[in-house]
T-cell receptor
């Protein structure tokens, strides 16, 4: 089955700097890659997603890149703000079978003022 | 649209008791997923259901855990004879059918504490 690895597990950046979180996946048939943000005690919320027919997608300060050949994808947050502090999860989904999302282990991002 | 509704939000059980967690999907969503999150850990897939069908239960422990999504009413995750290791947040997510990828919307979670 699919296996998703996420790095780093913790990341601390200065406010205004950029943050990058990386994920690799194992199943070459996976074609959907969302990113979720989870604040303390809250539900995971979708912030951006990308499908395998696209190499990059951007939404304001957030961007995701996908390298299908290398089977890795990354989340980029520019001009970080204190409210970006949260745990971020990447995930991958295979269109065949159950289409369930398999999540990475999460990255705790801290934005220092 | 009320979103994905889970209840109870918090549940305390003593060892050996039963826990029942409920999930009502978003309106128009026919797919329900259950995930477990241990403190300071990620989201682990448990089970995927459609109405009256279990599609994938590969993440469910073999004993004590069961799930259903009846024709009428919410999806229910049932844990029998709870143990301390069952203490976790249980998140339900729902999705519509989208060919090629299912976009999941999560509920607020049910936090189970086993004393």
């Amino acid at each position: 089955g699919e296996n998703v690895e996420q790095h780093p597990s913790t990341l601390s950046v200065q406010e205004g700097d950029s943050a990058v979180i990386k994920c690799t996946y194992s199943d070459s048939a996976s074609n959907y890659f969302p990113w979720y943000k989870q604040e303390l005690g809250k539900r995971p919320q979708l912030i951006i997603d990308i499908r395998s027919n696209v190499g990059e997608k951007k939404d304001q300060r957030i961007a995701v890149t996908l390298n299908k050949t290398a089977k890795h994808f990354s989340l980029h947050i520019t001009e970080t703000q204190p409210e970006d502090s949260a745990v971020y999860f990447c995930a991958a989904s295979n269109p065949q079978g159950a289409q369930k999302l398999v999540f990475g282990q999460g990255t705790r991002l801290t934005i220092n003022p | 649209n009320a979103g994905v509704m889970q209840n109870p939000r918090h549940l305390v059980r003593r060892r050996g008791q039963e826990a029942r967690l409920r999930c009502s999907p978003m309106k128009g969503h026919s797919h329900v997923y259950w995930y477990r999150q241990l403190p300071e850990e990620g989201l682990k897939f448990m089970v995927y259901l459609q109405k009256e069908n279990i599609i994938d239960e590969s993440g469910m422990p073999k004993e004590r855990f069961s799930a259903e999504f009846p024709k009428e009413g919410p999806s229910i995750l049932r844990i029998q004879q709870v143990v301390r290791g069952d203490s976790a947040a249980y998140f339900c997510a729902s999705s519509p059918w989208v060919s090629g990828a299912n976009v999941l919307t999560f509920g607020a979670g049910s936090r189970l504490t086993v004393l």
